[in-house]
């Protein structure tokens, strides 16, 4: 095999698997590494496989972990295999495919990696995978525009592509990998949408799908994802231990994975959330102070996670406004409430009137009645489309609270409230 068409037989193979040169080299010592294997390559000596002609041949280990990492013997990989040297692997499915089984033949022989069940199924591509992440991303704007309650029944539809794509297709490694990641994104958003609409123990049973997920494919981000999540969900359930445990974890999980300013912002806010809840105000303190710190520090855009660009001055202001009110100080949160509502961007409607709805209930707190009236009728105003459990709940002890104050703002703002919940605007 040393005509011209067969010297980058190696490198289409490698294309196909998803790899670069780079990330190839970095991959194939953790596959012999797996497998119980000594062997190792250099980017130079890979490219002297696919570059010259004839290829020099691999030696024993690396024609294990060569055949391992791709399901196929290594004479289709470009190389003239002497008969000593026979395939270990026999060659299941085409090219790059990474739901194949791979069949020992030789003592001592290692085995594929990727033991699944031989599938026949539509080939997911780059286009497929461009499309799907759109879907995601959609997610996002639809909680900020309407809130948990509708974004959490495209995220079921999304899932259920997600998973029955994973189950049937065809894909490449790197491709398979990417959709069990976006599988871990969708986790903690649907996490979120259940700790926004409930129930609880959905939210935390989707947390830890997510957390798996990111365990899995060994994306340490990702897993920060799941864990800022579960904090909330596990202050709204009282398992503030497991909040703080989680908390942990997340900082050292940033620290190993050399996250940036804004994954650590995140995991600062939870962790004044955590100190808020527990009424330890010196501690929020703490975290509050950190969490400036790293919100001051400038990170490009496209360094930041998807699923962070929330954490920002707006939610240092309103967990500051938070800690107060836990504090019975309302009158020293208001200021931080209207400085995190003026904050917010036309994109976060839900997120809007929820910071609205909390300046209302802080203003009822401190004795500013006409205000808070005001405040929670501009919220009626602006929340008909959003769906959000959370909200509603919030509106209703507002009203509940007017109760306790005679005065015509009191009354017509509870008979606003009333006839919003009979419409069904919140």
Excluded at 234 to 254: C, F, G, H, Q
């Amino acid at each position: 095999m040393h005509g011209g068409r067969d010297v980058s037989t190696l490198g289409r193979v490698r294309k196909q698997a998803g790899y670069t040169q780079e990330t190839f080299t970095a991959a194939f010592p953790r596959e012999a590494a797996r497998l119980g294997i000594k062997a190792s390559v250099s980017v130079r000596q890979l490219r002297r496989w696919e570059g010259e002609s004839p290829p020099p041949l691999p030696h024993p280990s690396q024609q294990a972990v060569l055949e391992a990492m791709f399901g196929l013997p290594l004479c289709e990989m470009g190389f003239d295999v002497p008969a000593h040297r026979a395939a270990t692997v026999q060659r299941i499915g085409d090219d790059g495919d990474v739901k194949r089984r791979a069949f020992v033949t030789g003592t001592g022989a290692v085995a594929a990696a990727a033991v699944l069940p031989d599938r026949h199924g539509p080939r997911i591509g780059a286009s497929d995978m461009t499309a799907l992440r759109a879907d995601l991303a959609d997610l996002y704007a639809v909680d900020h525009q309407t809130g948990g309650i509708p974004a959490k029944v495209r995220a079921k539809q999304l899932e259920r592509r997600l998973t029955q794509t994973l189950k049937d297709s065809v894909y490449t490694t790197k491709i398979g990998r990417d959709l069990q990641a976006m599988l871990s994104e969708l986790h903690s958003n649907q996490a979120w949408y259940g700790y926004d609409g409930g129930p609880v123990s959905a939210a935390r049973a989707d947390s830890l799908e997510a957390l798996t997920a990111a365990q899995l494919i060994g994306d340490e981000l990702l897993q920060i994802s799941a864990l800022e999540t579960l904090v909330l969900i596990d202050i709204k359930a009282d398992r503030t231990w497991e909040a703080a445990s989680a908390v942990e974890t997340a900082y050292s999980l940033a620290g190993k994975s050399g996250a940036g300013p804004a994954v650590h912002l995140v995991i600062a806010l939870r962790e004044a959330n955590i100190s808020t809840h527990v009424g330890d105000t010196a501690a929020a303190r703490r975290a509050l102070s950190r969490a400036l710190s790293y919100q001051s520090r400038n990170e490009a855009k496209g360094e930041i996670p998807d699923w962070a660009r929330f954490a920002g001055p707006v939610e240092v202001d309103y967990a500051t406004a938070d800690m107060y009110v836990r504090a019975a100080n309302p009158r020293r949160a208001v200021p931080f409430l209207r400085a995190a509502v003026d904050g917010l961007g036309g994109s976060y409607a839900r997120n809007t009137a929820w910071y609205r709805s909390k300046l209302a209930c802080t203003l009822l707190d401190a004795g500013e009645v006409e205000e808070a009236c005001t405040e929670m009728a501009g919220v009626l105003e602006s929340c008909g489309e959003i769906g959000s459990s959370r909200l509603t709940s919030r509106i209703q002890d507002f009203r509940k609270t007017l109760h306790a104050f005679d005065t015509t703002a009191a009354r017509d703002a509870s008979e606003q409230i009333q006839e919003a919940m009979r419409g069904g605007h919140t």
